[in-house]
Nanobody
Framework: VQLQASGGGVVQAGGSLRLSCATS????????TGWFRQAPGKEREGVSF????????WYRNSVKGRFTISSDNTKNTAYLQMNSLKPEDTAVYYC???????????????????WGQGTQVTVSS
């Protein structure tokens, strides 16, 4: 099982980035995909997820209206479009996969069995 996060970089406040999470080794369509982030000295926190069934989505309040999660089952890849970036969005972003069907659980990192290596996002003011 592999998850490869990419697309991070350095942008100015107000800019955009699109993160990708390329996966292999499992049936992508049977798993929910989550994006998490971890800033220096802080806990890893859930940013967004998209469920395996019906593609239900969730966003943490601080990114609602700015971030959009999507997935492409034909490419076994999930995406996180991040617009109107703010300095407080600076973190290492991780993608993860979960087999759980309990939507409320998908906000928590312990629901995820598989993790990517992370990609750095730095937003300058």
């Amino acid at each position: 099982v592999q998850l490869q996060a990419s697309g991070g970089g350095v942008v100015q406040a107000g800019g955009s980035l699109r993160l990708s999470c390329a996966t292999s080794g499992f049936t992508f369509g049977d798993y929910a995909t989550g994006w998490f982030r971890q800033a220096p000295g802080k806990e890893r926190e859930g940013v967004s997820f998209i469920s395996s069934s019906e593609s239900r989505t969730w966003y943490r309040n601080s990114v609602k209206g700015r971030f959009t999660i999507s997935s492409d089952n034909t490419k076994n890849t999930a995406y996180l479009q991040m617009n109107s970036l703010k300095p407080e969005d600076t973190a290492v972003y991780y993608c993860a996969a979960s087999a759980t069907l309990i939507l409320s659980s998908l906000r928590q990192k312990n629901a995820y069995a598989y993790w990517g290596q992370g990609t750095q996002v730095t937003v300058s003011s």
